[in-house]
């Protein structure tokens, strides 16, 4: 029997990229806190625990979101459907990296 082991990674539940000079979410995981949240692709994140993510780095915005298990993190994100703000916090916890996401779960932004 052939068995593959995903990556435990600490977090979230979301991947970054700068799109269009924006910090924007580009997948979810499911069961995870930001699932759990209601965050999807394609929302703006805009502020991580109250500081601006204008003009940050990958680097800096992933050393804002890394942290140990059941620590919390702030995010300001913008849905750019219905253009609202909000305000959520998130708890970090483990879960599995799945080998694919569903195709609902992940923003085609032409890569």
């Known amino acids: ?62 050393q804002k979101l890394r942290g140990l298990v059941d620590t919390k993190v702030r995010l300001e994100v913008t849905d750019t459907t219905s253009k609202r703000s909000r305000v959520v916090e998130l708890n970090r916890e483990k879960f599995i990296l799945p080998a694919a996401l569903p195709k609902e779960a992940v923003l085609d932004y032409g890569n």
């Open 1 to 62: 029997m052939n068995t593959h082991t995903h990556p435990e990674i600490t977090g979230v539940g979301f991947g970054l990229a700068i799109i269009g000079g924006t910090v924007t979410v580009v997948y979810v995981v499911p069961d995870t806190p930001a699932y759990r949240a209601g965050l999807t692709p394609g929302m703006i994140v805009q502020k991580i625990d109250d500081v601006i993510t204008e003009g940050m780095q990958e680097k800096d915005w992933h």
